[in-house]
């Protein structure tokens, strides 16, 4: 089975950048859609930034678009969060999340599923 590892999360204060790393197992990374989703107490999951199979097409939700950045590294089995200019608000538990082919970023849609990283924005 497709096995998915968040890494990266940690305490920044307000204005600083996290990356976050999900490496897979198991299977070559290059058939699968990612995704990054972020969930809180009292709120559904919701998807943050997601990116094509191929890396050409890629999603942000609007709350992180300009701050946060998604890429992959096929050969390296690994794709990445970049976060910027953070903001408490965004302090969640952030998943990564794999599906083959393509979606539209709904949590539904992936199949795969890590097991979460804390982020945390505060001073």
């Known amino acids: 089975q497709l096995q998915l590892v968040e890494s990266g999360g940690g305490l920044v204060q307000p204005g600083g950048s996290l990356r976050l790393s999900c490496a897979a197992s198991g299977f070559g990374l290059d058939d699968y859609a990612i995704g990054w989703f972020r969930q809180a107490p009292g709120k559904g999951r919701e998807g943050v930034s997601c990116i094509s199979s191929s890396g050409g097409s890629v999603i942000y939700a609007d709350s992180v678009k300009g701050r946060f950045t998604i890429s992959r590294d096929d050969a390296k089995n690994t794709a990445y969060l970049q976060m910027n200019r953070l903001k408490p608000e965004d302090t969640d538990v952030y998943y990564c999340?794999?599906?083959?082919?393509?979606?539209?970023?709904?949590?539904?849609?992936?199949?795969?599923w890590g097991q979460g990283t804390q982020v945390t924005v505060s001073s």
């Open positions: 999340a794999a599906v083959r082919g393509h979606s539209d970023c709904r949590p539904s849609e992936f199949r795969y």
